[in-house]
Structure formats: C-alpha cells, structure tokens
C-alpha cells in the first residue's frame, strides 16, 4: 500500500483565483492521478500525471485550467486556475504503488470551495 | 459510461450481511472487478478484487457468476462503520490503466 497526503485539506478561495493542491506519497509509485468529486457526484478523472513529462487530460479537462506537475516518483501538484463556483469539489490524489499488484491507492482529498 | 450496474441505494440491519449486487455484462475476459468504498468525506478504499474465482479477505468476500456477468460483494456482519457508498468498478489489470468510477450504491446500516 502506500501513504497519501494532500496539501491543503480544505480551502475556501474567491472566484478568479487559483489554487495549487501538493500530493505527497511515502514511497516510490508508478502512476498518479488526479479525480475530482463535484457536490453529491461520482469521481470524475481529470488527469494521469507523468513524471517529468505534460500530463494526459480526460475528455473535459484542460491544461490551461488544470496544470499538473510532477517532478518526481512521490510527489505532484495540481493546480485550478481562475476559478469559479462550479470548482467547487472535493480533488483528490491518487496513485498506482511500483509493484506487482496494481493496486490503486487515494489520498485524503482536497475539499475547495470557491465563493 | 461507466460498464457497471449497480442498485442505486440499500439498507441493511447492524450484524446482518450485506449483499451488495453489480452487473457487468459487458466485462472483456482480462477485466478485473474491483470493489472501492467511500465513506462520507473520506477518499476512496480499496475492498477487494477477482478475475473469475471467489475471494475473501478481512473485509468482505466477493462472488462472481460463472459467466462474470455479474457479482456480489458481500459484508458477513455489517456495522454502522459499513455504512459507504460502494463501487464496482471492472478494470484491466495493468501499469497505466486508471479507475473509472460509476455511481455506486449508498448501503445505509442501522441499528
């Protein structure tokens, strides 16, 4: 299994602001990704986060609205640009461990609320 | 669009087993079935998963139809701690290849 920490837990930001959310996994992964979990709704993928290369976007998604980064095997950004009410989610971090199990592991969540 | 099926909400008496039903009729014969809970505020955990034969862990087991159409996850003795929303997700079993959640059922347990 692995550990994940998401930076912030929770914000509350006024429209036309961004917000960079930090992942943070305690041991080596293979895979990254980033979910968002809009009020009462299912989680929708927004991306996959390579290392050391431009992230792969869902159907949706945008990188000018979504940059991600991911310098290295344990950690990754994503950032919500100019944002407005309706990025009102929980984003969530989550990531495939190096192994054999393929196993999918998420962290905490980022709860944002933008007024 | 989600490949699953799944009732929509259920409930169930604390002690009692859940039985948590999906179909997947459409599944391809390397997917695998996962099975991921959220309880409220909580990121997605990891239950169990099966290709065709029956599994159990500590948590729950899981029956696949011989025809992997379809499969139950089954909670032996729910607790309110069980109450989640479940999802059963098919996936192939490889580096790269991300969950794609559908909507899940919300198992409400009461006392």
């Known amino acids: 299994s692995a550990v994940i920490s998401q930076k912030p837990s929770r914000d509350i930001c006024q429209r036309g602001t961004s917000l960079t959310i930090q992942c943070q996994v305690d041991?080596?992964?293979?895979?990254m990704f980033w979910y968002r979990q809009q009020p009462g709704q299912s989680l929708t993928l927004i991306a996959t986060?390579?290392?050391?290369?431009?992230?792969?976007?869902e159907s949706g998604f945008v990188i000018d609205k979504f940059p991600i980064s991911r310098p290295n095997l344990t950690f990754s950004t994503l950032t919500v640009s100019n944002m407005s009410p309706e990025d009102s989610s929980i984003y969530l971090c989550?990531?495939?461990?190096?192994?054999?199990?393929?196993?999918?592991?998420f962290g905490p969540g980022t709860r944002l609320t933008v007024t | 669009d989600a490949k699953t099926t799944q009732p929509t909400s259920m409930d169930c008496a604390e002690g009692r087993a859940a039985n948590l039903p999906c179909n997947h009729s459409?599944?391809?014969?390397?997917?695998?079935v996962y099975w991921y809970r959220q309880i409220h505020s909580q990121g997605p955990q990891y239950i169990i998963h099966?290709?065709?034969n029956n599994e159990t862990n500590e948590m729950a087991s899981l029956i696949i139809t011989e025809d992997r159409k379809s499969s139950t996850l089954i909670l032996p003795h729910a607790t309110l701690r069980d109450t989640a929303v479940y999802y059963c997700?098919?996936?192939?079993?490889?580096?790269?290849?991300?969950?794609?959640f559908g909507k899940g059922t919300t198992l409400s347990v009461s006392s």
């Open positions: 989550s990531v495939i461990p190096a192994g054999p199990s393929y196993e999918q592991y």
């Open positions: 041991s080596q992964v293979t895979m």
């Open positions: 986060a390579n290392q050391g290369s431009e992230a792969t976007y």
């Open positions: 459409t599944i391809s014969g390397n997917e695998y």
């Open positions: 099966g290709l065709k």
């Open positions: 997700i098919v996936r192939v079993r490889q580096a790269g290849t991300a969950l794609i």
